[in-house]
């Protein structure tokens, strides 16, 4: 299973938005979860935004109104939609599928939010 990553631009100003994007593809069995990880310099990576095979998603409360988790099982996308941007949203972006108990990563696309 194998992910192909597309960031739309690593570097924003505050308040700036940004959608990234990832494809997977390979054996993509449902039901599964796909979802969103950030790290930040020196900090462990965390869970930012999940969305499950039939849509139902859950997101970090440091995001919540401000970035939106979306797919297209048809094409096994994930997009995450930022908005209002801010300087604590700079790290490493991560996608991620999870079947069977397994999780499976995208390489990571960095995001730099500037003041």
């Known amino acids: 299973l194998r992910f192909s990553c597309r960031l739309g631009g690593g570097l924003v100003q505050v308040g700036g938005s940004l959608r990234l994007s990832c494809a997977a593809s390979g054996s993509i069995r449902s039901p599964n979860y796909m979802a969103w990880y950030r790290q930040a310099p020196g900090k462990l990576r965390e869970l930012v935004a999940r969305i499950s095979t039939v849509s139902n998603t859950n997101s970090a409360a440091s995001v919540k109104g401000r970035f939106t988790i979306s797919r297209d099982n048809a094409k096994n996308m994930v997009y995450l939609q930022m908005n209002s941007l801010k300087p604590e949203d700079t790290g490493l972006y991560y996608c991620?599928?999870?079947?069977?108990?397994?999780?499976?990563w995208g390489e990571g696309t960095q995001v730099t939010v500037s003041s």
């Open positions: 991620n599928l999870r079947q069977y108990g397994i999780d499976y």
